[in-house]
């Protein structure tokens, strides 16, 4: 017997829809790539996402056409976010910090047909447009005053006189919600590029989940400023989430440095802000060396890379800013568990919090997840044993674009997507990533993980940023070696940090020696990029021995 309730399908144009009706007088700010602070009302997104859907016809986009864009967190690639997939067609959000071969190779293969791009991209895009061989139509998102006077690209258009030619008469299609609305490729840390193709259901879903208080919560009373960028996994939903319940959106276009950002937090009256570890680190290290404080700030939400609980710390203790430390993927659109505490655990210390919070979280409704040994077999909820982390739910991939076969693997009665990493769940069903799988070090067939050692060594005054990496070694085939970036002018010796793990952990993890180094390489994400020091060091302690 069916419910005899309506059926309406869920569909990414009804979060616009409803921001015009209950929150059309809702600001969205941005900084623009032009320099200046642009501003303008839900009511006024949503007029000109209706324009720029009818220009999109008058391109030739059709439902399922895939469209293109690299472009900064603003409120163009936000009508993008809307007009594109609304209408039926395949958002597809470029990352600008991936090598020119890899965006060559990432529009080839999701046949984009038009390209949106900001004027900063201008020379990545004019040195591989002749390359792009689906792309009929370049966009530069700018007004006819800030046009270049010439270009290699050939029919160069200009986002401004596409919405000036095309009217607001627009009704939004209905149509199957399982139709594909946007499109992001993994970031290639984990091998080449794989596109995740996300449904309207599986955006419209993940939505409402991501919004609850015990999620990344957000509100109509809100101030949102995502800094994770809008060209990886739909900055985390919040353009979706934001329209959603009516708060106010400020969008730092490309000022993602410390002093730009917190000028934004304060001049916006920002409530909550969104984004990796490294950009946290800017943001800290600008607010103390400038004696400043957060005025209206309530909550970060951390993700993407481990949050160091010395992070945690400094926001919550000085600045009183809540930190949610989420853990998320490119395959899970991306939330899946969040690190709030539950009403049974408010009693306990405050260390005790702490030490919960820091950990990566209990999954959100929506999203199940469990961790297997090598042969597939359940492990058991206890905090200590650490296994591969499986996970399946509403907003997880199947299949990525175009591959053979699929990514799943059975477990039980369910297909489950396996994330690569480890983790540890305890009985309260808080996860906690010890490793990526290609990151653990092996040490005499004992995992030692990484993550630990690397928050241990950043909540040391004088350390900047530290990566652990398994290095060679002939008695134990692989030991942790330690690299560090030292805060500028401090000296910092390779005997005081190791003497610093003391206590902190079994002696046997501690790193074997310490290599200090101007930087760690970040990938496009802004996540360290291990492999590559893993390569650089992989010999260094054998060397060193011989
Ligand atoms: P890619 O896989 O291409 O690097 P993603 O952004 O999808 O891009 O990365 C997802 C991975 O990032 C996760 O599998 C996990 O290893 C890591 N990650 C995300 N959030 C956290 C977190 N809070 N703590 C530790 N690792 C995290």
Partial sequence: MNGLMQQQPLLISSFLQNAQRHHGEQLVVSRRVEGDIHRYTYRDLAARARRMANALAGLGVKPASRVGTMAWNGYRHLELYYSVSGSGAVLHTLNPRLHPDQVVWIADHAEDEVLFFDKTFLPLIESVASRLSTVKHFVLMVDKGHMPEQSTIANLQCYEDLIAGASDDYEWPVFDENKASSLCYTSGTTGSPKGVLYSHRSTVLHTYASALPDALSVSARDTVLPVVPMFHVNAWGFPYSACMVGAKLVFPGPGLDG????????????TVSAGVPTVWQGLLNH????????ST???????????????METFEDTYGVQVIHAWGMTELSPVGTVGILKGTQLGLSRSERRAIQAKQGRSVCGIDMKIV????????WDGKTAGDLL?????VVQNYLKAEGS?????????????????????????????RSKDVIKSGGEWIGSIDLENIAMSHPDVVMAACVGARHPKWDERPLLVVVRKPG????????????EGKIARWWTPDDIVFVDAIPLGATGKMLKHKLRDQFWNYLTERQD
């Avoid at 309530?298 to 992070?311: E, L, N, V, Y």
């Avoid at 996970?391 to 907003?395: E, K, L, P, Q, T």
């Avoid at 540890?424 to 996860?431: E, N, Q, R, V, W």
Wanted: glycine share 12%; with cysteine.
């Fill in 373 to 380: 040994d090598v042969q597939g077999n359940d492990l058991p």
């Fill in 259 to 270: 002093a730009s950002l917190y000028e934004l937090f304060e001049s916006e009256g920002v």
């Fill in 287 to 294: 607010v103390q060396s400038n004696g400043l404080r957060f």
């Fill in 407 to 435: 990514p799943l693997v059975q477990s039980g009665h369910h297909l489950w997507f396996p994330t690569g990493d480890v983790a540890t769940i305890d009985a309260d069903g808080f996860m906690n990533i010890t490793d």
């Fill in 490 to 501: 401090s000296e910092v010796s390779r005997e005081e940090l190791l003497g610093f793990y």
């Fill in 297 to 311: 700030m309530k909550r970060t939400i951390i993700g993407g890379s481990a949050c160091q609980p010395s992070m």
């Fill in 391 to 395: 996970v399946r739910g509403h907003w």
